[in-house]
């Protein structure tokens, strides 16, 4: 009797476990897009001589390739096109997209071969740079794509570049887009009517955090603007864990602070979500 009384205790214990175990948990569903990439490397140099200075483009384009989803692949591959090279290009099939662009960067640095133009390269910038790149003007472009599950597509477009002056330029800008609506995901859907003020104090927070700060005042000591300056700004991807925001170069701190990312869990913007949102089904 004894020995049936331990068991149906294990058993009941071993029920409940089962129970929490299967307790519902968000399921991230794959979007029925599939994606294709295109990788290009162009050089050139003025008057075709290497002991002149060149331009370097780096291209690696990743681009919607087929759909079964709502929304038609020529607009997606129109929007991917759009936010990688600008939107003269935005009409353009991926493929020419790519090869209308490093045409087009190389043309304007072929600009460079008139004598009005050429003699305007300084000797002693021209020198730094074949000693140490060989390159007076290079760009390397390229996207990533982060979430492509739940009715989202996330990406990245990221650019390094230099044209002249002392330092290059690097910029990332995120992009969310709703496949049920066609529309880029806006801050005040997932944050709701006060997200200015919310996601303002909760991004500086998260900054400060990061570069082990007690409170978000001191942040200007180490480069960065007034905090007021610090708030959503629409640059921003998400994926199944939560939202990560991008500050650019001299955007909110000094070019010596650089890009600066934080990233917000869903956990933290729960109280701030309202029911309706659209992205609900991310929420654990």
Do not use: W
Not at 18 to 45: A, E, R, W
């Amino acid at each position: 009797m004894k020995n049936v009384s331990i068991l149906f205790s294990f058993v009941c214990v071993f029920y409940i476990l089962f129970l929490v175990g299967c307790k519902p948990q968000t399921k991230t569903v794959n979007n029925s897009i599939h994606f294709d990439s295109i990788q290009v490397t162009k050089v050139y140099y003025l008057f075709n001589d290497t002991a002149k200075p060149g331009c370097n483009i780096q291209v690696s384009f990743i681009y919607p390739d087929s759909s079964d989803d709502a929304q038609p692949l020529n607009t997606l591959q129109n929007i991917f096109v759009e936010k990688m090279f600008g939107s003269s290009f935005r009409d353009l099939s991926p493929e020419q997209a790519v090869e209308d662009y490093c045409k087009q960067y190389i043309e304007e640095f072929e600009e460079f071969e008139s004598p009005v133009c050429y003699d305007t390269i300084d000797d002693d910038e021209e020198d730094v740079y074949e000693d140490e790149t060989g390159f007076a003007s290079y760009i390397h472009l390229n996207n990533k794509l982060l979430f492509n599950h739940n009715g989202f597509v996330s990406f990245i477009v990221e650019s390094l570049s230099y044209q002249g002056g002392a330092h290059s330029s690097r910029s990332i800008y995120g992009y969310v887009i709703n496949l049920a609506t066609g529309d880029f995901l806006r801050e005040e859907q997932f944050a709701g009517n006060g997200y200015k003020a919310n996601l303002s104090r909760l991004l500086a927070d998260k900054i400060a955090a990061a570069n082990e700060l007690e409170k978000a005042e001191d942040l200007e000591n180490l480069g960065y603007n007034d905090l007021s300056d610090i708030g959503p700004n629409d640059n921003f991807t998400l994926d199944e864990k939560g939202i990560t925001y991008y500050f650019n170069e001299n955007e909110i701190a000094g070019t010596m602070v650089g890009l600066t990312q934080v990233f917000i869990p869903y956990s933290e913007l729960n109280v701030y979500i309202a029911g309706n949102s659209p992205i609900e089904t991310l929420l654990k």
